[in-house]
């Protein structure tokens, strides 16, 4: 059978046409990947933008919160700061000063 195209250029333009189509698929996938980033960029700037407007408004005005310092307890022993690791008394330890107590909230002397 008689061809008008020779076999060899036929199959050269085929590996034109396929060449080119995956310029075409890199080209639209960049461009794609610019438009996205552009649009996150975009999208990330105007929210800061109206985040730090709204917020500047607000920090003009003074809130006055009055200080009540407040005394931390020991996780160990309820008792101050200022007394943690002080050296107990004779006389506190007598009593049970810094000493737990029974578990169950107990004891013999709690009976009469």
């Not at 189509?21 to 890199?26: A, G, S």
């Not at 980033?37 to 006055?64: D, M, N, P, R, W």
């Not at 810094?98 to 002397?109: K, L, N, R, T, Y």
């Amino acid at each position: 059978m008689f061809s008008l195209v020779d076999s060899s250029v036929m199959s050269r333009i085929e590996n034109n046409l396929l060449v080119r189509r995956n310029e075409f698929i890199q080209a639209t996938s960049w461009t794609m990947n610019v438009i996205v980033l552009a649009v996150v960029i975009v999208g990330f700037a105007s929210f800061l933008y109206i985040q730090y407007t709204t917020t500047a408004a607000e920090e003009v005005v003074e809130k006055h919160i009055p200080f009540e310092p407040i005394p931390w307890l020991s996780a160990t022993r309820n008792v101050r700061m200022e007394e943690y690791g002080r050296q107990l008394k004779p006389y506190e330890v007598e009593a049970g000063n810094g000493v737990p107590g029974p578990i169950d909230g107990f004891s013999g002397a709690d009976v009469r």
